[in-house]
């Protein structure tokens, strides 16, 4: 397995723009929503169903670990993740489209986040520290309201547990195909 695999420059384009077109539309909708909504409103888009609903949090994506007090932990592990997911895009063995797409989502709404935990977004909290702004709810479905960026980060986890079951699926084949090649040259030299 190689450590380094050289992206044309129009994979590291691709990546680059995904990554800052995820992060301008999360601060975006971010902005947005703290501009024309208050704190703990909720509209209905699709009534019991679909709300924007204007809340904040201090922990992990959907709300979990709220109001810990492991919050530097957090940023600590969250910042060394996202760090690392970036140099294994850019430096790494991403060595197809797919990986690269997912792990450009999962970078991107790991720093959509990150700006509004490090106190750089829309809402700051009155100790200093920022709060990541949460607005998508689906009532009653997901007992958790999030953003843009969680999306981002689930859309893109998702996206490479399907290029790993793909790989998984390309190496099977290749093996059985091996084994029959091998197979068929055993029974000609019979």
Avoid at 94 to 121: C, E, H, K, P, Q
Avoid at 139 to 166: E, K, M, Q, Y
Wanted: with cysteine.
């Amino acid at each position: 397995m190689t450590l380094f695999k050289k992206k044309t420059p129009k994979e590291y384009v691709i990546y680059s723009v995904i990554i800052m077109v995820g992060i301008i539309l999360d601060q975006l909708t971010k902005f947005l929503v703290t501009k024309y909504m208050t704190l703990n409103q909720s509209i209905p888009l699709i009534k019991d169903f679909l709300h924007l609903t204007y809340t904040t949090n201090d922990g992990a994506a959907f709300g979990m670990m709220d109001g810990s007090d492991q919050r530097w932990i957090f940023l600590s592990v969250s910042t060394v993740a996202i760090l690392a997911f970036a140099a294994y895009l850019y430096l790494g063995h991403a060595d197809n489209m797919l990986y690269g797409v997912a792990l450009s989502m999962v970078v991107s709404g790991g720093i959509g986040n990150m700006i509004d935990r490090f106190g750089l977004g829309f809402y700051v909290n009155p100790d200093g520290m920022g709060e990541v702004i949460d607005f998508i709810d689906f009532c009653g479905i997901w007992n958790a309201i999030f953003n843009g960026a969680d999306s981002f980060v689930c859309v893109g986890a998702g996206l490479l547990i399907l290029a790993l079951i793909l790989d998984i699926i390309k190496e099977y084949k290749a093996e059985k195909k091996k084994k029959t090649v091998e197979g068929e040259k055993d029974e000609k030299a019979e």
